[in-house]
Each structure stands twice: as C-alpha cells, then as structure tokens.
Nanobody
Framework: QVQLVESGGGLVQAGGSLRLSCAAS????????MGWFRQAPGKEREFVGR????????YYADSVKGRFTISRDNVKSTLYLQMDSLKPEDTAVYYC?????????????????WGQGTQVTVSS
C-alpha cells in the first residue's frame, strides 16, 4: 500500500508559476513509475506528465509541453511538478499517481495508487 499526499496548489495569475509536490509513504518509491493528472469540473481526468522509476525518461501532454517539468527525488520519496507560464485553462484539481511494474502509462486506469488532489486555480 502506498499513500500519496499532494501539496503546493493555490491561486496564481496567468503567466505565473507553481510547484506541486507529492510525498509518498512507500519505502520502495523506486518501484513505482509516477504520473501527474488533472481534472477540471465537468471534464474527464487528463494526463499531464509521467516519469520513469529512475527518472531517465519523462513524457508530457502536448498542452503542457515546454511549460511543465516533472521530476522526482527517490531519496525523499517525493514527486514534483514545476508549472510555469500558467494559463487559465490549467485550472483543475491535480493528482499524483503511482504505477506498479512496467510503465508509467498515460492512461489513468493503469495506475494503482492516487493522492487526494490539490486545487490549482489560474486567474486571467
């Protein structure tokens, strides 16, 4: 069982930055590929980015590529999402997720554990 706790959300003006963190309880954090997803009101959960267990590969949704950066610190068992040049359409609840085994995937259904989410609101 892995517990994930996100933090760092808030209200920011368009063009601003936020850094989300996701603290994992797992002692074997390196067993998990990690991903970030988001969900806006009335919309489906959307893939944002993913990172492999050893951080050797990252992958982003086209909508955030070049603006968001995903990273992880396996010593601290923490996942990060640096969000720059934020836009109003980035407003959503952001979730981190952990996937066991081969991955990580862009499909939220492939993930085994989820955090509670953190709200990000970007004003115009």
């Amino acid at each position: 069982q892995v517990q994930l706790v996100e933090s760092g959300g808030g209200l920011v003006q368009a063009g601003g930055s936020l850094r989300l963190s996701c603290a994992a309880s797992a002692r074997t954090f390196t067993n998990y590929g990690m991903g970030w997803f988001r969900q806006a009101p009335g919309k489906e959960r959307e893939f944002v980015g993913r990172i492999t267990r050893s951080s050797d590969r990252t992958y982003y949704a086209d909508s955030v590529k070049g603006r968001f950066t995903i990273s992880r610190d396996n010593v601290k068992s923490t996942l990060y999402l640096q969000m720059d040049s934020l836009k109003p359409e980035d407003t959503a609840v952001y979730y981190c997720a952990a996937q066991i085994g081969v991955g990580p995937s862009t499909n939220w259904r492939a993930y085994n554990y989820w955090g509670q989410g953190t709200q990000v609101t970007v004003s115009s």
